[in-house]
Every structure is written in structure tokens, then in C-alpha cells.
């Protein structure tokens, strides 16, 4: 059973994610709330609920990572990143942070750096959308962390 914890670092992500895309561009191909065709073949994708997107967010990227046991804000980046990296990725900078969620989103954005730097498609496509997540990922910790919140009291938005 979702916590509090999971349903708020999830309402992020969702946020961040967006609903259906179809990107010729993205080898995720069909995508709908950050749930890819090409991670999940046998989900309908165009027709995935919103509760079942969060269903696989908590069994197949939550559960695995570990979050439950992280102290927040690492939990929010350390999730984000399983979903948008992958778990084994976000597993190895867990390690390599020492705990730190800041340090834990410097190595994710210089792995996202060095890969648009070495991936054409990706530097055009993805690369500044990529990093507009992090600005909100970042928001969100310092905002959780500055007022001993579970979770940010909204996504920062230009509106």
C-alpha cells in the first residue's frame, strides 16, 4: 500500500512526466504519464489510467529503489531518477552520494550532461527539458528541506 511519502514524490514526477507523447525522437517511443512502450510492452499505452501509472511508478521503480527507507528529500530524487534513469543508475549514485540527495543530483546532472554531449539526438530533443526537471527536483528539495516538510507544496510553474 502507498504511504504519504511515495503519493508525494509521485505527484512530482507525474507532474513532470505530462500525459501522452508519441516522440519519433524518443526511443521510449509511446509514452503516457513518463510510462514508456518500450519499458512496458504489454501496457496499453494510450489508454493507461492514471491510478495504474502509479500502481507500476510504486511496484516497478518505488519499492525497488528502496525509497521507503530513505530519509526525504533523497527519497524524491532517488525515485525521479529510477523513473527517468533507470534503478540501476539511480541505485549507483545512491552509492556514490553518501547520503547527500544534493550530492545525489549533481551526479545525475553531469551523467545527463555527458550523455547529451556524446548523443546528438539526445542534446537536441531531451537536454533542456532534462534539465528543467532538475531545477524542479532541486526546487522541491531545498523547499522540503528548508521547511521540514514530507514533500514540496506544489511544483514551481511560470504562471
Not at 514526477?13 to 510510462?35: A, F, M, R, S
Not at 555527458?114 to 548523443?119: E, G, H, Q, V
Not at 526546487?139 to 510553474?157: G, H, K
Request: charged share 20%; proline share 5%; with cysteine.
Amino acid at each position: 500500500m502507498a504511504n504519504g511519502k511515495f503519493n508525494s514524490c509521485v505527484t512530482l514526477t507525474l507532474w513532470l512526466e505530462g500525459g501522452y507523447v508519441n516522440n519519433p525522437n524518443d526511443p521510449g517511443g509511446e509514452t503516457k504519464y513518463g510510462i514508456s512502450k518500450r519499458a512496458h510492452p504489454n501496457v496499453d499505452i494510450a489508454n493507461l489510467t492514471l491510478d495504474e501509472a502509479k500502481e507500476i511508478y510504486l511496484d516497478e521503480y518505488w519499492m525497488p529503489s528502496g525509497c521507503e527507507n530513505l530519509p526525504t528529500p533523497l527519497d524524491l530524487c532517488v525515485f525521479d531518477a529510477a523513473v527517468n534513469s533507470g534503478i540501476t543508475r539511480a541505485a549507483q549514485w545512491l552509492k556514490e552520494c553518501g547520503g547527500d540527495w544534493a550530492h545525489f543530483n549533481i551526479l545525475r546532472i553531469n551523467r545527463l550532461i555527458k550523455y547529451s554531449i556524446a548523443n546528438e539526438n539526445a542534446r537536441k530533443n531531451f537536454f533542456w527539458g532534462w534539465m528543467n526537471r532538475m531545477f524542479h527536483v532541486n526546487t522541491a528539495c531545498i523547499e522540503i528541506e528548508t521547511t521540514n516538510a514530507e514533500a514540496p507544496t506544489q511544483p514551481i510553474t511560470d504562471s
